[in-house]
């Protein structure tokens, strides 16, 4: 059974930074594309970054390019998020997820992943 389990959320002030982490278990990481995904209150959940199997190639929405940066550690069955210059509109509850056939023309469709995490909250106070 695959499990992913989110880790870093919290409060921040604007400007502020936070580092998420999401743990794989029960398959090895490098089987899967991964992703960031988030969702605020009454809103759609919404795609922020996606990360190729390799790690070679990486994948975001406009608004947080040049401030996120999604990362891998397959030896570590982990996938990261460093968010920087975090903003209120940030503020979301952040989910991981995993697709082990994720076509790069749908890295922005949740229905494209397999597996998901339960969620960490950020909060970004202005």
């Known amino acids: 059974q695959v499990q992913l389990v989110e880790s870093g959320g919290g409060l ?3 400007g502020g930074s936070l580092r998420l982490s999401c ?13 960031w995904f988030r969702q605020a209150p009454g809103k759609e959940r919404e795609f922020v970054a996606h990360i190729r199997r390799s790690g070679g190639h990486t994948y975001y929405r406009d608004s947080v ?9 397959n030896a570590k069955n982990t996938m990261y998020l460093q968010m920087n210059s975090l903003q209120p509109e940030d ?9 082990t056939g994720v076509i790069l023309s749908s890295i922005g469709n949740p229905t494209q992943y397999d597996y998901w995490g339960q969620g960490t909250q950020v909060t970004v106070s202005s």
């Open 65 to 73: 390019k040049g401030r996120f940066t999604i990362s891998r550690d």
């Open 23 to 35: 743990a794989v278990s029960g398959r090895t990481l490098s089987t899967y594309a991964m992703g």
């Open 91 to 99: 503020t979301a509850v952040y989910y991981c997820a995993a697709g």
């Open 12 to 14: 921040v002030q604007a």
